[in-house]
């Protein structure tokens, strides 16, 4: 059973920072991308982050490049989402997922993240 777990949401001022995890099991690990999502309130989800396990690559949608990094750490199946300056447009809840080119096939449950001006 596919199971991604994200965690290390929660409340921060703008200019902060958090780190966010997401645990996977149930799928070769390292040969599937894995992405960042969110959704804000009111709005659709957009990619966020995806990292290519197969070239190193890493992707990113252009409002958080330089803010945000996404990186793994294989032994553990886990990647991350180191997020720095954070504004308050970054509030949303923010989910990882799995698939092939970075097209989610399977999803985490979210973790919010609030952003106070």
């Known amino acids: 059973e596919v199971q991604l777990v994200e965690s290390g949401g929660g409340l921060v001022q703008a200019g902060g920072s958090l780190r966010l995890s997401c645990a996977a099991s149930g799928f070769t690990f390292d040969d599937t991308p894995i992405g960042w999502f969110r959704q804000a309130p009111g709005r659709d989800r957009e990619g966020v982050a995806c990292?290519?396990?197969?070239?190193?690559?890493?992707h990113y949608t252009d409002s958080v490049k330089g803010r945000f990094t996404i990186s793994s750490d294989n032994a553990k199946n886990t990647v991350y989402l180191q997020m720095n300056s954070l504004e308050p447009e970054d509030t949303a809840v923010y989910y990882c997922?799995?698939?092939?080119?970075?097209?989610?096939?399977?999803w985490g449950q979210g973790t919010h993240v609030t952003v106070s001006s």
């Open positions: 997922a799995a698939g092939r080119n970075c097209v989610p096939a399977f």
């Open positions: 990292i290519v396990f197969s070239d190193g690559s890493t």
